[in-house]
Each structure stands twice: as structure tokens, then as C-alpha cells.
């Protein structure tokens, strides 16, 4: 079974901090995201990424950037926290096969408020 | 552009009813349409895809390219199945969801 863990489920950050959630999955998946699920909003990509090191921006990468140093983890870093990234932030992956598209799995998510 | 739009954000029904969670598309390929489940405190996970055709819990999906609709089913809803439903397109290996619909079944 495909396991996903997020270091944190609550994390509690001050205004201007730098802030890392860090994500890892042990299922040698190619691809990681990383989302952020708002009431109302559902789920809105932040970023995503189909091998180490390589990165694309989903829809709303303002005021985050990603590391993928190894294929296993996929970290989510707000460089200068505000109140408007309080947010449940979800971690995923999935298999990258070039016929249909294989299924995501996700964390437990990391509910961060910033005071 | 692709799009995936949920109209109900809660629908509530008595155990026993049928149920049907609606969801619409907008995407000019091929799609690709899943549904995912959140119960509550626990991760999000996939229910189905379109393209296995299969029952899940009771649960059923079509696949209407015409109406570019995939919604859910269920017959008879049971308590057991209140949580938030999430429908979800994948287009080259991104997904794209919809903003999700509660689901509350009362005894």
C-alpha cells in the first residue's frame, strides 16, 4: 500500500517566517504535488513535479517554491509566510505511465495557521 | 482550459434514498474523470475512475461526453457514506478538481 507521509499534521508559524513542509512517499512514484484545500475552494495546485529536480508551477504558486532533491520527497517552502497562506496543505503522488493516468494518493495533509 | 465544476456544496439526503453528486467537465481532449473521498479525519482517496467501470461501495459513475458529465450514484445511501466528495480530471499526469460537495446522510 502506497504510503504518504507529511512531517506535520499542525504547524503554527508567525507572519514573515520561512516556512518548510516536507512530504515523502515510499512507492518510487515519479510524480509529486503539492495542494492546498480551502472550504469552497477544493483542491488547488501549487506545484508539481515529474522527476528529481524538475518542477512545474500549478495554478497558484505565488509566494511558494519547491525542492526535490530525491525521488522519495518533495518539499513545499513559503518563503515569507502571511496570513493568507493558513491553509490544509495536502501532499500527493502518482505513477507516471504514458497511457492512462494512474491514480494520486495522498498525506494526511498539514494544517498550518499563520498568526 | 480544463475545468471541473461541482454545483452542490452539500447535499443532504435520508439513509435509504438514492443519491446523485453531480459533475461536469470542460476539458477538449480525451478525459480522464475520478472520483475521490474524504471521510472525515481521514486522507483523501480515491473512490473510482471512469475508466475501470466498476462499483465501489455501491457507487456508480458514467462517463456522458455529451453532456460532459460524470456524476455519482449511489441507489441507497447509508449513513456510513456522509463525507466530501471530490470529482477530479486528469489531463498528462496533472489533475484538476472540483471544489467538492458534502455529503450528510440522516438516519
Not at chain 2, 10 to 28: D, H, Q, R, T
Not at chain 2, 45 to 62: M, N, P, V, Y
Request: proline letters at 4%; one cysteine or more.
Amino acid at each position: 500500500d502506497v504510503k504518504v507521509t507529511q512531517s506535520s499534521r499542525y504547524l503554527v508559524k508567525r507572519t514573515g517566517e520561512k516556512v518548510f513542509l516536507e512530504c515523502v512517499q515510499d512507492m518510487d512514484h515519479e510524480n509529486m504535488f503539492w495542494y492546498r484545500q480551502d472550504p469552497g475552494l477544493g483542491l488547488r495546485l501549487i506545484y508539481f513535479s515529474y522527476d528529481v529536480k524538475m518542477k512545474e508551477k500549478g495554478d497558484i504558486p505565488e509566494g511558494y517554491s519547491v525542492s526535490r532533491e530525491k525521488k522519495e520527497r518533495f518539499s513545499l517552502i513559503l518563503e515569507s509566510a502571511s496570513t493568507n497562506q493558513t491553509s490544509m496543505y495536502l501532499c500527493a503522488s502518482s505513477l507516471r505511465y504514458e497511457g492512462p493516468s494512474q491514480p494520486q494518493h495522498f498525506g494526511d495533509g498539514t494544517r498550518l495557521s499563520i498568526l | 482550459a480544463q475545468r471541473v465544476t461541482q454545483p452542490e456544496k452539500l447535499l443532504s439526503v435520508f439513509k435509504g434514498a438514492p443519491v446523485e453528486l453531480k459533475c461536469n467537465y470542460s476539458y477538449s481532449g480525451s478525459p480522464e474523470l475520478f472520483w475521490y473521498v474524504q471521510y472525515s479525519r481521514q486522507r483523501l482517496q480515491l473512490l473510482l475512475r471512469h475508466i475501470s467501470r466498476e462499483s465501489i461501495k455501491g457507487f456508480t459513475a458514467d462517463l456522458n461526453k455529451g453532456e460532459t458529465s460524470f456524476h455519482l450514484k449511489k441507489p441507497f445511501a447509508q449513513e456510513e457514506d456522509s463525507a466530501m466528495y471530490y470529482c477530479a480530471l486528469s489531463a498528462f499526469n496533472k489533475f484538476y478538481f472540483g471544489s467538492g460537495t458534502k455529503l450528510n446522510v440522516k438516519p
